[in-house]
């Protein structure tokens, strides 16, 4: 296990749903942390019924148990970074909200709404809340190019769009807001995420593989950044190495025979820090390490 200058093993708490299937969730999130040397908690929020095909029940647990949980990790434990996900209902938003305004650790909120089947992770009329109570909370935010839509109202189907919405999001309270590039048309052979702070962008890409071996990409990433931040490192290194660790582990899937529809990424991968980020220019993963180049914006 990793530990900091103070000798301390780097600890990391997810806020988020179960995912039955293994992918998402929780148990992507806990196996990120391990892959990254962090020692990972957990907080439930809901419990779902999935698998690679799709969402077949949710259930989203009371408030009182979210926080009881909350409150015994950070009696004993302690963390030194927070990742929320999917967050199940309005009251359980108000309770970790709560809950969070007290804490002295980076956190990352990944605004989680809708599985890559469809289904509703998050009630259209809870959106507010997270506008209202997490987006403030949040040292980055990292949603998807329809999250970002439905938290800004800006269309998201370009690199373009998706720097605005990300300069958008900044303005509703995320110190580093990532526009996830997954969902982008015409993205050409790169996934390219975007990243606004302090009035530049930086853009993290990766070859797009040809898979549909995807599930949990976005609670994967968001867990990668937190585990890198309890680590100690800076926001733009922590985005970089989440998006060398996630690119890492969506390849060694893409051969996977793991469920029948959209599989789960490959966990056991390595990240790659990378020595020097600097804001406002692009850098592309290859796999091995990143390449610097003009920030195609
Ligand atoms: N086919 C792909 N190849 C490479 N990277 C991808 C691919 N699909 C998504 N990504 C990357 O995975 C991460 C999660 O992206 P996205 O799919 O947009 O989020 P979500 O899973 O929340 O919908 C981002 O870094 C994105 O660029
Ligand atoms: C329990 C749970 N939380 C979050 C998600 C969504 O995960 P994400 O990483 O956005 O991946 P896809 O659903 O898009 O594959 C989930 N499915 N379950």
């Known amino acids: 296990m990793f530990r900091r200058p103070d000798g301390h093993v780097a600890r990391m708490l997810t806020i988020a749903g179960s995912d039955s299937g293994g992918g998402a969730g929780i148990q992507a999130d806990l196996k990120t942390a391990h892959q990254f040397g962090v020692y990972g908690m957990s907080v439930v ?4 019924a999935q698998n690679t095909v799709g969402v077949q029940a949710v259930y989203p647990l009371p408030a009182e148990i979210v926080r009881a949980q909350f409150e015994s990790v950070r009696d004993d434990l302690g963390f030194d970074a927070i990742k929320t996900g999917m967050l199940g209902d309005r009251a359980a938003i108000h309770a970790i909200a709560d809950a969070l305004a007290g804490v002295d650790c980076p956190i990352v909120v990944d605004p989680v709404m809708i599985a890559k089947g469809g289904e509703a992770l998050l009630q259209p009329d809870d959106v507010a809340a997270v506008i209202e109570r997490m987006l403030p909370l ?3 935010a990292t949603p998807n190019a329809p999250e970002a839509e439905r938290l800004t109202g800006i269309p998201v189907r370009s690199l373009a769009d998706a720097a605005r919405a990300a300069e958008a ?3 509703l309270g995320a110190r580093y807001a990532v526009v996830k590039g997954g969902h982008l048309d015409g993205a050409g052979d790169l996934a390219m995420d975007v990243v606004f702070h302090g009035g530049a962008w930086t853009v993290f890409a990766a070859p797009r593989v040809p898979s549909r071996k995807t599930h949990g990409t976005g609670c994967t990433l968001s867990s990668a950044i937190a585990a890198a931040l309890a680590r100690g490192a ?4 922590a985005i970089a190495a989440a998006k060398s660790f996630i690119s890492r ?4 899937a893409a051969d996977w025979d793991v469920g029948s529809g959209h599989g789960p990424t ?3 991968q390595c990240p790659v820090f990378p020595d020097h980020i600097e804001a406002g220019r692009m850098y592309v993963f290859d796999g091995r390490q990143f390449a610097e180049a003009a920030l195609p914006l």
């Open 138 to 140: 949040a040292d980055v």
């Open 45 to 48: 929020t809901a419990i779902t």
């Open 169 to 171: 999001l900044a303005r």
């Open 266 to 268: 490959d966990h056991s």
């Open 234 to 237: 800076r926001p733009l290194e």
């Open 249 to 252: 582990a969506i390849a060694s």
